[in-house]
């Protein structure tokens, strides 16, 4: 069946330091990609999106490229800030009619000033 | 806009004790809804999602139930809670595209469930 595998966390970083989250998918057919984000008590929240091959989805600075060849979606962000302290999920959502997003299992951020 | 709200925010009960969860959506209709349960330091795990009126899909056998009395109400219950009931829980929506869902899901606040 689908699934989605995701680095395990903690990460740790300091202000100003590159983010990479890595996340690969197995999936039938072509399915979009998500990151959301969850801030500490709070719901997830859409992060970014992609719906095809080679689509980069973008927002608040964190970039993911959909990569079909290497069943990818890593999450970057250039220079992180410790508002940016969260747990990010990645997941996707099959093209097929359904009506089951499959999450990976979350890594948690911490960013230190 | 749409907006998506549960209640309540904070619960502590006691083991055998009944449970009800309530979610309501705004701003959209015939919405799908979902119910999810998200254990301390692990995923999302998908429990029941519903497609219209009184139509409920469960994803994992257990003792809690669910029931959509109206379009955009979603209510998770339990008669009686058992102690691997506590976790917090996510009720999401998701806005269909040409009679196909988008897959993009909007999430309540949660509720954090602790069972004593």
């Known amino acids: 069946g689908d699934s989605v595998t995701q680095m395990e966390g903690p990460v740790t970083l300091s202000e100003e330091a590159f983010l990479t989250i890595n996340c690969t998918y197995t999936a039938t057919g072509y399915p979009s990609l998500f990151w959301y984000v969850q801030y500490p008590g709070e719901g997830l929240q859409l992060l970014l999106k992609a719906t095809k091959a080679d689509d980069k989805g973008s927002n608040k600075g964190f970039e993911a490229t959909y990569r079909k060849e290497t069943t990818s979606f890593h999450l970057e962000k250039g220079s992180v800030q410790v508002s940016d302290s969260a747990v990010y999920f990645c997941a996707l959502s099959p093209n097929t009619g359904g009506f089951k997003t499959i999450f990976g299992a979350g890594t948690r951020l911490f960013v230190k000033a | 806009s749409q907006t998506i709200h549960q209640w309540p925010a904070t619960l502590v009960q006691p083991v055998g004790s009944p449970l009800s969860l309530e979610c309501t959506v705004e701003?959209?209709?015939?919405?799908?809804l979902y119910w999810y349960r998200q254990a301390a330091g692990r995923g999302l795990q998908l429990l029941f999602y519903s497609v219209g009126i009184g139509q409920i899909s469960s994803e994992v056998p257990q003792n809690l139930s669910a029931s959509r009395p109206q379009d955009r109400q979603f209510i998770l219950s339990s008669k009686k809670l058992l102690l691997s009931d506590s976790g917090f829980y996510l009720c999401?929506?998701?806005?269909?595209?040409?009679?196909?869902?988008?897959?993009?899901?909007?999430f309540g606040e949660g509720s954090r469930l602790t069972v004593l």
């Open positions: 701003g959209t209709s015939n919405p799908n």
């Open positions: 999401a929506w998701s806005p269909m595209t040409g009679g196909l869902e988008t897959g993009e899901l909007f």
